[in-house]
C-alpha cells in the first residue's frame, strides 16, 4: 500500500466514524478537479460560531485530518486561536458561500503572526472565497502555508490589513508548494493591498523586513499558475519564487509598489504574461508607513540552478516617482537565455534603468553562473519615457544576443542600446530615438539593419516596427495609425457591433495616462464584470484603474449618475461617451 492509497484508507475509516457520530453531510461534488465525498456546513453540521466569539480550530482540523471533505462557511466571522497544523490532508477543502470573498473572514485574537492552515505533505486542497482579516493593528498576521504533492487550488482569497515586521508578527501571506513534478496548483483570484512597514534588506538590519506574498521555496518541483491576482505594497518581495526547480507562470496579475522585487522568478517553463507593474512611490509613502526603499519590478534569477529559458510577454512595466534608482526588468547573471516579446516600458522618473541583463560570470549576484546560452531576445518591445539615466537597453556579456521589431523614444539624454563584452549581437528592424546615442559598444560586436532614429512609439501597448521600419523612411501613415489607435479604440470600447442583442450594454471607463483614477458610477438594472478588483452591484459600479488602461463592464440598463470620476478618465457606453457632468 503506498502513501496515498494509506492515507485514502485512514480518511475513509475516519470518515464513518465522523459520519455515524450524528454529523449531516450533502452528497459529494467536485470542485476544481477536487473530488471530495461530502459537503458540510461549518455552522449548521459543524457547530462553529459564525460570530467570531468561539475559536473554530478543532472542529475544523477535525475534518482535515478525515478529508474527502469541503467545508462550506456562511457569510460570517471566524475565529481561529492557534495554527491549524495537520499533514497529508486528502480531498480537503473550504469555501465561503458569500457574495464576495470579504463575506466571510477569519480572524484571530493573537497579537502574533500566525499560519493559520498549515499543511504539508497533502493532495487535493482547496480554499475558496474568503478572506484573512489581520485588521489594521500593525501587530500579527494570517497567512496560508499548503504543500501538497498535486492538485493545490487558492481561488478568490483576500488577506486584509497592515503588513508589518517580522519582528511584530508578520508571516508569509502565502505559500503554495507543488511537491511532484507532474503536479499542479493554482492561485487565481488572491488580493493582499494593505500597507507595509518598509524596511531595510535583512542582511543589513538585524530589524527584519515584512515578509513577502508568496514564497515557494527549493521543494517546489511541479507547476505553479498566480493569476488574476493583485498584489500591492510588499515589504519583501511580492512573488518570491526562484529558487525551485518546478515552474512557476503568472498571468493577468497586477503589481502595484512593491519593494526589493514584485517578481522574482526564471528559468525554463517559467514566465510572467499579460501582467501590469506600476511604481509611484510618492503615492506608496501615504499608505506605507515607511517609504519604498529599492521598488524593482522583475528580478529574472534561477538561484543555484543556473538554468536558461523562460520569458517575459505581454507586460506592461510604468515607473512615475522612485526613492532612488532602481530596475524594471532585471536579468541576474544567474539566468541564461531568455525571451522579452511584446511589453511596453514608460519610465517617467529619473534613474530607472528599463531592462538590464547582466554579466553570467561577474554578474551572478543571486545564484551560480548561469549555463550556456546567455542570449537573450528582446521582440516587439516599446520603451518611452522623459527621463534620465542608464541606457534603455543594458547587455552585459550576452553573445548572439538580438533587438528586433522594437521601438525605443526617450528624452532626457538616455542612450538606446547598450551592448558589453558580447560578440554576435544585432539590432534589426527597430526605431531608436533618443538624446543619447542609439547604439553603444565596449568590447562587443553589434550588427544594425533596418535601424529608424526618429521615428514616434505609442504611447501604450508594445507594437511591431516591421511596417515602419522596412518599407518608409519616415513611416508617418504607420506612425500616425498607431499613435491614434481610433479603429482599435472604438473596438476596445465596445461599439455597436460588440453590443449584444439581447440589452446587453458595454460601459467602459478609460484611464488618461497619468497615475490612478478612481470611480464610482450609479446604474438602473443589472452589471456585472471580470475586472479583478472592482464591483458591479447593487446599482453601484465602483473600482481603480491606472494610466492607459480600461475596466469593462457589462450593463442592463441605464447609467444614472457618474457619482465620482477622477479628473481625465472618460466613461463610454457603447462607445459614446457619457457626460459627468
Not at 245 to 261: H, K, L, M, Y
Not at 353 to 361: G, K, L, Q, S, W
Not at 444 to 457: E, I, N, P, Q, Y
Not at 554 to 563: A, K, Q, S, Y
Amino acid at each position: 500500500m503506498n502513501r496515498r492509497q494509506l492515507l485514502k484508507f485512514t480518511g475513509a475509516g475516519l470518515a464513518a466514524g465522523a459520519l455515524s457520530s450524528g454529523v449531516a453531510s450533502a452528497a459529494s461534488t467536485e470542485r476544481y478537479g477536487i473530488q471530495f465525498e461530502r459537503v458540510v456546513d461549518a455552522v449548521d453540521d459543524l457547530g462553529m460560531d459564525p460570530n467570531g466569539n468561539r475559536a473554530i480550530d478543532g472542529a475544523l482540523e477535525r475534518t482535515m485530518r478525515q478529508g474527502d471533505t469541503l467545508v462550506e462557511f456562511p457569510p460570517g466571522e471566524y475565529r481561529i486561536r492557534d495554527e491549524i497544523r495537520v499533514g497529508g490532508p486528502e480531498n480537503w477543502g473550504m469555501r465561503g458561500l458569500g457574495d464576495d470573498p470579504e463575506d466571510v473572514r477569519f480572524v484571530s485574537n493573537s497579537r502574533e503572526g500566525l499560519q493559520a492552515i498549515n499543511t504539508w505533505n497533502g493532495n487535493g486542497v482547496l480554499v475558496e472565497n474568503v478572506a484573512l482579516d489581520y485588521s489594521q493593528r500593525r501587530r500579527g498576521k494570517l497567512g496560508l502555508r499548503i504543500v501538497v504533492y498535486d492538485n493545490l487550488r487558492v481561488q478568490d482569497v483576500h488577506f486584509i490589513g497592515f503588513n508589518p515586521t517580522e519582528s511584530n508578527g508578520a508571516v508569509v501571506t502565502l505559500s503554495p508548494v507543488v511537491l511532484d513534478p507532474d503536479g499542479e496548483g493554482i492561485v487565481d483570484g488572491v488580493e493582499r493591498t494593505g500597507g507595509t512597514e518598509i524596511k531595510p534588506h535583512r542582511s543589513k538590519t538585524n530589524d527584519p523586513n515584512a515578509p513577502g506574498i508568496i514564497w515557494a521555496g527549493a521543494r517546489h518541483r511541479g507547476r505553479l499558475y498566480v493569476r488574476n491576482s493583485r498584489f500591492e505594497n510588499a515589504g519583501e518581495n511580492g512573488i518570491y519564487a526562484s529558487a525551485p526547480s518546478g515552474d512557476v507562470r503568472i498571468e493577468d496579475c497586477t503589481f502595484v509598489n512593491n519593494n526589493q522585487a514584485a517578481v522574482r522568478i526564471g528559468g525554463d517553463g517559467s514566465y510572467v504574461k499579460d501582467s501590469e507593474f506600476i511604481v509611484d512611490s510618492d503615492a506608496a509613502d501615504r499608505v506605507n508607513s515607511t517609504p519604498l526603499i529599492n521598488p524593482n519590478m522583475i528580478v529574472w534569477e534561477t538561484d543555484q540552478r543556473g538554468e536558461s529559458g523562460g520569458s517575459v510577454e505581454g507586460c506592461t512595466f510604468t515607473y512615475d516617482s522612485v526613492p532612488k534608482p532602481v530596475t524594471a526588468l532585471w536579468v541576474d547573471g544567474s539566468a541564461g537565455s531568455m525571451t522579452v516579446r511584446d511589453c511596453q516600458f514608460e519610465m517617467n522618473a529619473d534613474g530607472v534603468r528599463p531592462i538590464r541583463v547582466d554579466d553570467p560570470v561577474r554578474q551572478a549576484r543571486l545564484g551560480r553562473t548561469a549555463e550556456r546560452p546567455w542570449g537573450v531576445t528582446i521582440e516587439n518591445v516599446t520603451i518611452t519615457g522623459d527621463s534620465s539615466g542608464s541606457p534603455a537597453v543594458e547587455l552585459f556579456r550576452r553573445p548572439d544576443s538580438t533587438v528586433r521589431d522594437s521601438c525605443i523614444q526617450m528624452t532626457g539624454g538616455r542612450d538606446g542600446v547598450s551592448v558589453s563584452d558580447s560578440s554576435g549581437c544585432e539590432v534589426v528592424n527597430t526605431n531608436i530615438n533618443v538624446d543619447g546615442r542609439p547604439t553603444v559598444t565596449n568590447n562587443a560586436t553589434l550588427s544594425t539593419s533596418k535601424l529608424r532614429f526618429d521615428g514616434s512609439c505609442p504611447l501604450s501597448g508594445a507594437t511591431s516596427a516591421d511596417d515602419s521600419a522596412d518599407d518608409s523612411s519616415d513611416g508617418s501613415d504607420d506612425s500616425d495609425d498607431a499613435n491614434d489607435g481610433s479603429d482599435d479604440s472604438d473596438d476596445s470600447s465596445g461599439g455597436s457591433d460588440d453590443s449584444a442583442s439581447d440589452g446587453v450594454r458595454k460601459l467602459v471607463v478609460h484611464g488618461a495616462g497619468d497615475g490612478r483614477y478612481d470611480y464610482r458610477i450609479r446604474y438602473e438594472g443589472t452589471a456585472s464584470t471580470d475586472e479583478r478588483g472592482d464591483s458591479a452591484k447593487n446599482g453601484i459600479i465602483e473600482g481603480e484603474l491606472y494610466r492607459w488602461n480600461t475596466d469593462t463592464f457589462e450593463l442592463e440598463g441605464e447609467v444614472v449618475e457618474i457619482v465620482e470620476l477622477t479628473d481625465g478618465a472618460t466613461v463610454t457606453l457603447d462607445g459614446e461617451r457619457i457626460d459627468d457632468s
